[in-house]
T-cell receptor, first 114, second 109 residues
């Protein structure tokens, strides 16, 4: 079955620690995205990538970093510089073929910083 | 600035019809998406509109008026499993999605 996996589903970290969230897709999609979701707000774009070894900052990239060494993988690191990291993190991917292709989402990782 | 507005919460009765509105102001327009999101889960795609008019898909329909910056999602024959948040998103001139905060739909028996 094709899809997007994120791990872990729940993650707890102490303040000041970096943490890396995994995102893998086997849909052969070129584009991958990281969003953050907070209560009462729309999804906010952190980073996105449309091709291997290239990625772009979204609206709230400060305190986050990514890499895209393989087409299938787009890990997100939440660094200690992120002031309010507790949130629900969603990874998505999309085919760049065609005009109307939707984004497919992984199950999400809920990060809690203690 | 870019803005997507949706009602925060709506309540409807099982078996009834509900319309969830979305208005938008974005820099450019390259399509509007509706997603369903159950609590604690990933959003799942419902519909896509890029031209004016109504798109029907089973119990769900979505309407778009580009001149008015307006869309709605119509859910018919409501079922308890339709209790979820419904997210409206517009793809802007940079082909990035701008998301509304979502409408929480509560279905009562």
């Amino acid at each position: 079955d094709g899809g997007i996996t994120q791990s872990p589903k729940y993650l707890f970290r102490k303040e000041g620690q970096n943490v890396t969230l995994s995102c893998e897709q086997n849909l052969n999609h070129d584009a991958m995205y990281w969003y953050r979701q907070d209560p009462g707000q729309g999804l906010r774009l952190i980073y996105y990538s449309q091709i291997v070894n290239d990625f772009q900052k979204g609206d709230i990239a400060e305190g986050y970093s990514v890499s895209r060494e393989k087409k299938e993988s787009f890990p997100l690191t939440v660094t200690s510089a992120q002031k309010n990291p507790t949130a629900f993190y969603l990874c998505a991917s999309r085919s760049l073929a065609g005009d109307g292709s939707e984004q497919f989402f992984g199950p999400g990782t809920r990060l809690t910083v203690l | 600035g870019q803005n997507i507005d949706q009602p925060t919460e709506m309540t409807a009765t099982e078996g009834a019809i509900v319309q969830i509105n979305c208005t938008y102001q974005t820099s450019g327009f390259n399509g509007l998406f509706w997603y369903q999101q159950h609590a604690g889960e990933a959003p799942t795609f419902l519909s896509y509109n890029v031209l004016d008019g109504l798109e029907e898909k089973g119990r769900f329909s979505s309407f778009l008026s580009r001149s008015k910056g307006y869309s709605y999602l119509l859910l018919k024959e409501l079922q308890m499993k339709d209790s979820a948040s419904y997210l409206c998103a517009v793809r802007d001139s940079n082909y990035q999605l701008i998301w509304g905060a979502g409408t929480k739909l509560i279905i009562k028996p």
